[in-house]
Nanobody
Framework: QVQLVESGGGLVQPGGSLRLSCAAS????????MGWYRQAPGRQRELVAG???????NYADSAKGRFTISRDNAKNTVYLQMNSLKPDDTAVYYC?????????????????WGQGTQVTVSI
């Protein structure tokens, strides 16, 4: 059973920082690309940052220079460090895995989502 469990969201003032964590289980984490997405009310879910299985990051333009994605394969955890937060960053943040899993059919790559964590940037 695959689980992605996010934590670290909350309320922060503009200019503040938060670090999101996503603990994964049930996937071969070291061989899985991971990502953070967000969805604000009335808007489509969008990619914030991704990291390949070998640690190469990529960022949405809105995240460049402010957010840092990282992974700890020993802990099966991916992080999103968010600095200089703005009200426009307010959204539910979701962890995503392009996960490699063992099945009865052998190794299969499938997408998985966490339940989301709320980030609110406000005075």
């Amino acid at each position: 059973q695959v689980q992605l469990v996010e934590s670290g969201g909350g309320l922060v003032q503009p200019g503040g920082s938060l670090r999101l964590s996503c603990a994964a289980s049930g996937i071969i984490f070291s061989r899985s690309a991971m990502g953070w997405y967000r969805q604000a009310p009335g808007r489509q879910r969008e990619l914030v940052a991704g990291i390949s299985s070998d640690g190469n990051p990529n960022y949405a333009d809105s995240a460049k220079g402010r957010f840092t994605i990282s992974r700890d394969n020993a802990k099966n955890t991916v992080y999103l460090q968010m600095n200089s937060l703005k009200p426009d960053d307010t959204a539910v943040y979701y962890c995503n895995a392009d996960g490699l899993v063992f099945t009865t059919r052998g190794l299969v790559r499938q997408g998985y989502w966490g339940q989301g964590t709320q980030v609110t940037v406000s005075i």
